[in-house]
């Protein structure tokens, strides 16, 4: 793996503009866990997995070692646009000058809808309005 990566590090570098010079960059990331024998006490410790995916359809992964907001305003250094991603805090500077307008993620919005429709219980329990 680290063969196969270090040998498409370049084609991701040449990828990376493509992205930015999108009018929307829809992003997100995924903690996914990192062998690291120096880690105590199991030899693992979480990483983050940041894709970013440009109008056309070409997508860039990014790791970071962590969540914060360093990773996105690095690779988001001088974008112009949209940016389709959820409420984390770490894109309100990037979004804070006004080159860059924040748009919401309708998945993350959906899964409060669905929460919201379990703690009611079946339809059938709930009563129906009465005709007026």
Request: glycine share 10%; charged share 25%; with cysteine.
């Amino acid at each position: 793996m680290a063969y196969v990566a270090t040998t498409l590090a370049p084609l991701g570098e040449a990828m990376k503009p493509c992205v930015r010079s999108s009018r929307k960059i829809h992003t997100d990331d995924t903690p996914i866990t990192v062998l690291d024998p120096s880690a105590r006490p199991v030899g693992s410790r979480r990483g983050y997995l940041r894709v970013y995916i440009g109008e056309r359809d070409d997508v860039v992964f990014e790791y970071t070692n962590s969540r914060q907001r360093d990773g996105p305003e690095s690779f988001l250094e001088g974008y112009r646009g949209y940016l389709q991603a959820d409420a984390f805090a770490g894109y309100n500077r990037i979004c804070a000058g006004g080159a860059v307008a924040e748009v919401a993620c309708w998945a993350h919005a959906r899964r409060k809808f669905f929460d919201a429709q379990g703690s009611h219980g079946p339809a059938a329990a709930r009563p129906t309005p009465s005709a007026a």
